[in-house]
């Protein structure tokens, strides 16, 4: 059975509860499936693919789930990758979260020597409360209201996310490597 790794960032743990629900539905897919909190010490390299998601914060990544992608660059350009980031920005301006993932990842991941095999990406509404700010900056976004607090997240379009992606996985991992056609071809 293959094996895949849900690995995630989190400050107030909405976006583990994404991946949670996102390795729910790859498990009933009938894969071995581990969602874990995104740290170095994880091996990468026992998986057959990777799902790594982080929330937004001030249009970046979270460190955790950003280094373990950098820091095994050399070792996972074989191993499908989906990439999944969360954030507020959808709720007020719809598609502009799309846009930071995108800038983020080109600017952190796309290096000239090493190619990811990125073959899903998606991003989802997060969870967001202003209690959750220091005292000042509640105070600034009570007045200003730049972000809309509350739980914006849409367990159907992640689960559907989490379905399509487990189909879009088998066919990877079914198809064979681009070495072993050639060699077939001989
Ligand atoms: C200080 C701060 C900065 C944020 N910056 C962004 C941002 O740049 N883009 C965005 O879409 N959402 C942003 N958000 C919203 C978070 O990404 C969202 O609340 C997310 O669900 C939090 O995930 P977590 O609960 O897993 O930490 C920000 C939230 C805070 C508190």
Not at 65 to 88: D, K, Y
Not at 135 to 154: E, S
Request: charged share 25%; glycine share 6%.
């Amino acid at each position: 059975m293959a094996r895949i790794l849900v690995a995630y960032g989190t400050k107030h743990g909405s976006t583990a509860e994404i991946a949670a629900r996102i390795g729910e539905r790859l498990s009933a897919a009938g894969f071995d499936t581990d969602v874990l909190h995104a740290n170095l010490g994880i091996e990468v390299t026992k998986y057959d693919a990777l799902v790594i998601g982080s929330p937004m914060y001030a249009a970046r990544w979270l460190p955790e789930p950003a280094l373990l992608l950098i820091a095994n660059r050399e070792r996972i350009t074989n191993i499908p990758i989906a990439l999944f980031s969360v954030g507020m920005i959808d709720v007020k301006h719809p598609g502009k979260l799309r846009e930071e993932h995108d800038a983020w990842v080109e600017k952190a991941f796309n290096q000239e020597d090493v190619q990811l095999s990125v073959v899903s990406t998606a991003t989802f509404k997060g969870a967001y409360s202003r209690r959750n700010l220091p005292f000042y900056l509640r105070i600034i976004d009570a007045i200003l209201r730049v972000t809309p607090n509350g739980d914006y997240r849409q367990w159907d379009e992640i689960e559907s996310w989490g379905d399509e992606l487990a189909s879009t996985l088998r066919s990877e991992l079914e198809a064979p490597a681009s070495d072993e056609l050639e060699q077939t071809s001989c």
